[in-house]
């Protein structure tokens, strides 16, 4: 009896959802589409325009730089899923019943942002390198080498969400495991930003305290980092890493949230909400990169930037030692461009 009332259910939800198909905004209520309310042909417009302008500014800032691969690959793969989630918005403006922009534009523009933070994630370990590692409680390759995998772990956890709630939605089945999987990942990459920033901010406390109390002998004294530290471009990323950071975290918690609630939730039916802590907030944290990318504001020791890292020799002028970045010496020289 059960199996049988369940069966009717189905079949009443396909031929519901089957109905939905022909609906139009001349038809139908908004309020029985996948979005609730009108999507907005301008602002999705002008998204897909300034992520593709990032896109470009960062695909001709490796191009002429050849530094920082790992963080160009993070960025720009961040940056297509982003495009290619404001393109199914856009298809979803002619048809707000069809699924297909719908699941599009869900499942890209969640997880686009893990690659973002990864980007992020990577550019930690230069500059505890420039300020010195003593100032950290911990060893500069042991960011990379605790946040990427972090940030991998919460990538798949949202991918695998969306992809099982996408293959649900096409089934007419319920998409609850795949949502709280896509927010299991959100949750973790909220939690992981969150370590990222405390770390940060103990860094930045230490290396503020050490200043005080050594003066510039807190700091690295290799010629070439005192030289970044005073460069406006090396200023202004780091400035720009943290807005970054700031914006994707708020993005994130504010995704957590939403679809903590579902798809059918009282914050995914606010356009206003997705427009300013969704589109907005990563479009700034992106162009914020792109006006000081890593790859411009490292001029010489960026080389490698993704990598998980190991002891590297930095070249002193002629007639000194060099000195290891994690504090030791040698009479070897090496390039300040290490090898990863």
């Known amino acids: 009896m059960e199996s049988r009332v369940a069966a009717t259910g189905i079949v009443a939800r396909q031929t519901r959802l089957e109905l ?3 609906c139009t905004v001349a038809t139908c ?9 009108r999507v907005s042909l301008a602002a999705n417009a ?3 325009a300034l992520f593709a302008l990032s896109l470009l500014g960062f695909l001709l800032a490796f191009a002429s730089t050849r530094r920082a691969t790992a963080f160009h690959i993070a960025m720009a793969c961040g940056l297509v899923l982003e495009v ?4 199914g918005r856009i298809l979803s403006w002619k048809n707000q019943w069809h699924e297909e922009g719908f699941l599009v534009q869900i ?3 969640t997880i686009a942002p893990a690659f973002i933070a990864g980007g992020i994630y990577l ?3 230069r500059i505890v390198y420039a300020f010195g590692p003593e100032n950290s409680r911990i060893a500069p ?7 990427i995998p972090c940030d991998l772990l919460s990538l798949l956890l949202q991918a695998a969400g969306g992809g099982m709630a996408s293959a649900a939605s096409h089934q007419h089945r319920s998409t609850k495991v795949g949502d709280h999987l896509m927010v299991a990942g959100l949750a973790f990459q909220v939690f992981t930003l969150l370590v990222f920033m405390i770390l940060c901010i103990d860094f930045a406390r230490r290396t503020r305290q050490r200043y005080t109390s050594l003066g510039e002998a807190a700091f690295d004294q290799n010629p070439n980092f005192v030289r970044l530290r005073r460069s406006i471009k090396f200023r202004g990323c780091v400035g720009a890493l943290t807005l970054a950071t700031i914006c994707i975290f708020w993005r994130s918690v504010y995704r957590v949230a939403e679809l903590a609630e579902g798809w059918t939730g009282s914050l995914i039916q606010r356009q206003w909400l997705f427009v300013g802590f969704e589109g907005v907030m990563v479009v700034v944290a992106c162009l914020a990169l792109n006006l000081f990318n890593p790859a411009f504001a490292f001029p010489e020791g960026v080389a490698g930037l993704g990598g998980l890292g190991s002891k590297r ?9 060099t000195t290891d970045v994690v504090g030791g010496k040698s009479g070897n020289e090496g390039g300040l461009n290490p090898s990863v």
């Open 123 to 125: 550019c930690l370990r």
């Open 107 to 109: 499942v890209c523009l």
């Open 84 to 87: 290619a989630g404001y393109a």
């Open 313 to 321: 020799k930095l070249k002193r002028p002629e007639g000194e030692e």
């Open 29 to 37: 209520p908004l309020d029985s589409s996948y979005y609730f309310y």
């Open 20 to 22: 939905l198909d022909d």
């Open 46 to 48: 002008t998204f897909i």
């Open 141 to 147: 390759e042991t960011y990379t080498r605790f946040f």
